[in-house]
C-alpha cells in the first residue's frame, strides 16, 4: 500500500522569503493525500499545504510567515479547489470479485444438489 501527497496547485509567491529574502523562490503547494493498493486507489479529503524557497531550498513554517505571507496564504486557501474524495476500483479487485462470485455460485449449487 502507498500513501503519499500529490500536488494539486502550486502558487508563485512575490513575497520576500524570511530566510534568504529573495523575491522570486517562494512557492506555496498544495497537496492531497492519496491511497494506492493492489485493489483500489482512493482520493482521499485530507489536504495540506507546504511554502518553499527554491532559492535557498528551505521550508518555511507558519512560525516564520510573515503578516504579507500569511495574508496571501488566506487567500490562496479560499481559491483552492481540491479533487473530489473518491475512490477507484482497479480491474484485480473485480476479476477477484467474479472469481469468488463464481465459487460461492458453485458452493450454492453443490449445497442444494448434493446427488449432482
Not at 524570511?18 to 512557492?27: D, N, Q, T, V
Request: hydrophobic residues 40%; proline residues 3%.
Amino acid at each position: 500500500m502507498s500513501k503519499k501527497l500529490v500536488t494539486i496547485k502550486e502558487v508563485v509567491l512575490t513575497n520576500n522569503c524570511p530566510e534568504c529574502y529573495s523575491k522570486e523562490g517562494l512557492r506555496l503547494y498544495f497537496k492531497q493525500k492519496v491511497i494506492d493498493t493492489k485493489f483500489y486507489k482512493s482520493i482521499t479529503s485530507k489536504i495540506s499545504h507546504e511554502i518553499v524557497c527554491k532559492t535557498c531550498n528551505t521550508i518555511i513554517y507558519p512560525v516564520k510567515w510573515t503578516d504579507d505571507i500569511e495574508r496571501v496564504f488566506e487567500y490562496q486557501k479560499k481559491a483552492f479547489i481540491p479533487k473530489k474524495a473518491s475512490t477507484y476500483l482497479k480491474k484485480t479487485l473485480w476479476w477477484v470479485a467474479i472469481i469468488l462470485t463464481g465459487f460461492i455460485a458453485i458452493a450454492v449449487i453443490i449445497a442444494m444438489y448434493p446427488n449432482l
